[in-house]
């Protein structure tokens, strides 16, 4: 489903400058459908690059990036809707529209589809019940705790029935009850068939999950275990 | 969205109504500035011309004939011919109220009046080509006197005037109109500015670039509309307060009449150039935020 094949990213962080910094380095690895697979390691490890990569925020310097056996780094800059269309992603800081309340958050994603208004009127309130938000469906982002607004983060990714779902480091800013909430409905998902990716260097999240581990550091990947857990 | 977006935006948007109600108003000024200046020029001109006056002797059949030549040549406008009774009447019109004058004549005896034919060129500057011609004619023996010379200065003046208005109006004009667009520009761009972060998501969660463009550009049109009406609105005002005080100087000079013969133009001109402000700068604005 997706496969990295001899990756590199390497970020100029100065125009003019010499210095080079190797966020990945030949990262090769495969994720098949349905997986729940954990990437952790240290901050600067290259685990929001490699999901930067995969979702073609970032183009790689070497190697090729597939996704339903399709080159990404090949894809035109106008067609890269579709290839989004079939990820759901999940910020860190949530990266909710501030100017949309909860359910305009995630219709617009059904929006962004060609989904019409009683389609949307039927699915948004049934993925506001499974993250447990359906209370909170006409308050802006700015009302939510944090927890709250990366479930509703959740929900919006979900909401178009994606392949996979990408989390960023979505327990970063959450407290622990709310971290174990995240990670519930993230192996809900799972369950449901989707294929779920998280990047987190919490050690408690990724030993509680016994799923699929992938350590990175320095851009490399030290190791890949099935069942794997927190060794750095 | 687009009227949601301008309603949550208040504020940027209030300045860029503002900003674009400026532009608007400054294009339609032009227009109608550039339709007063014409009025003036055309009337400067048609006080212009060249008088032919016959002596004595000439018979009306001659000057007819003088009359058809001039007539063939195709920088004439209108050629009229004033007998020597028509010309004695002008002046006792014109100087009723002057004994003096009237009297002067009476002594005179008689109509010291000559016979003229009073040639009016299409533009100012071609008399020298229809006093070229009469030089031309040979008809000095019928001809008292040509009297354009006396007034060459006066029309050379008002032809050099004319053509130094026409090139310093759209020079002025096209500068004028360049900063109004490059003012517009930088306040919807400061707008979408605030937006960044939105269209990143939007982009992230798979928007195309034209579905993330339509609710900005519709923004940009309404923004224009609403700027075209309040610049419609001032325009009014500004030509129904200064009309009256203009026809004190000008008295043939009526802007407002002027105003509504030409409001059906002035009208397209400001729903064209806000609709096309708003939305073109909205759109050259919101493309450098999509390139991810």
């Not at chain 1, 490399?220 to 099935?226: C, F, S």
């Not at chain 2, 014109?94 to 009046?113: A, H, Q």
């Not at chain 2, 005037?161 to 096209?174: A, E, H, N, P």
């Not at chain 2, 008295?251 to 397209?268: A, C, E, Q, R, Y």
Request: glycine share 6%.
């Amino acid at each position: 489903m997706i496969k990295f094949d001899k990756v590199t990213k390497i970020y100029c962080p100065h125009l003019n400058g010499n210095e080079k910094i190797t966020a990945l380095e030949e990262i090769s690895l495969e994720i098949k459908p349905k997986e729940f697979v954990s990437i952790t390691g240290r901050s600067g490890a290259g685990k929001t690059t490699l999901l930067k990569l995969l979702l073609a925020e970032e183009r790689p310097n070497e190697g090729q990036i597939f996704f339903q056996g399709q080159d990404v780094c090949e894809i035109k800059s106008n067609q890269l809707s579709y290839l989004r269309r079939q990820i759901g992603a999940v910020f860190q800081d949530c990266k909710l529209f501030p100017s949309k309340t909860v359910f305009e958050n995630i219709a617009y994603v059904m929006e962004v589809i060609g989904a019409g208004r009683e389609e949307i009127e039927r699915d948004v309130p049934k993925v506001l019940e499974i993250v447990g938000l359906t209370e909170r469906a006409n308050h802006f982002p700015k009302e939510l705790s944090g927890g709250e607004a990366q479930r509703a983060a959740i929900a919006r990714a979900l909401i178009h029935r994606p392949e996979v779902i990408l989390a960023d480091e979505p327990t970063g800013n959450l407290d622990p009850y709310n971290t174990l909430d995240i990670i519930h409905l993230l192996l809900k998902i799972n369950e449901m068939g989707t294929t779920v990716i998280l990047a987190t260097h919490n050690r408690e999240t990724i030993n509680s999950i016994g799923k699929r581990v992938i350590s990175l550091d320095r851009g490399k990947i030290i190791r890949d275990e099935e069942e794997g857990r927190f060794i750095l | 969205m687009g009227w949601l977006g301008l309603v949550r935006d208040g504020g940027q948007i209030f300045a860029t109504i503002f900003i674009l109600a400026i532009a608007i108003l400054l294009v339609s000024s032009l227009f109608l500035s550039g339709k007063v200046g014409q009025f003036l020029i055309n009337s400067l001109e048609s006080k212009a011309d060249v008088s032919v006056y016959f002596k004595e002797a000439a018979l009306e059949e001659d000057i007819a004939q003088v009359q058809d030549e001039l007539a063939k040549i195709p920088e004439v406008k209108e050629i009229i011919y004033i007998s020597k009774d028509q010309a004695l009447e002008e002046f006792k019109k014109r100087y009723e109220n002057n004994p003096v004058l009237m009297d002067s004549v009476k002594e005179l005896g008689g109509n010291p009046f000559l016979a003229s034919l009073r040639i009016q060129a299409k533009q100012a500057g071609q008399y020298k080509v229809i006093t070229g011609f009469i030089d031309n004619l040979s008809i000095d023996d019928i001809i008292e006197k040509v009297d354009y010379s006396q007034r060459q200065n006066v029309i050379e003046r008002i032809f050099s005037i004319t053509s130094f208005l026409g090139k310093t109006g759209i020079l002025f004009s096209s500068i004028l109109v360049a900063i109004a667009i490059l003012i517009t520009f930088n306040t919807i761009k400061m707008a979408i500015y605030n937006f960044q972060e939105e269209v990143k998501i939007q982009r992230l969660v798979g928007a195309s670039n034209w579905f993330i463009r339509g609710p900005f550009l519709a923004q940009g049109a309404i923004a224009g509309i609403i700027s075209a009406f309040i610049s419609l609105l001032v325009l009014f005002l500004i030509v129904l307060l200064f009309s009256p005080k203009i026809q004190i100087f000008l008295p043939d000079l009526n802007i407002f009449k002027m105003f509504w013969s030409n409001f059906g133009f002035i009208f397209l001109i400001q729903f064209a150039t806000g609709i096309a402000l708003g939305s073109i700068s909205s759109l050259i604005a919101i493309r450098k935020y999509i390139k991810i």
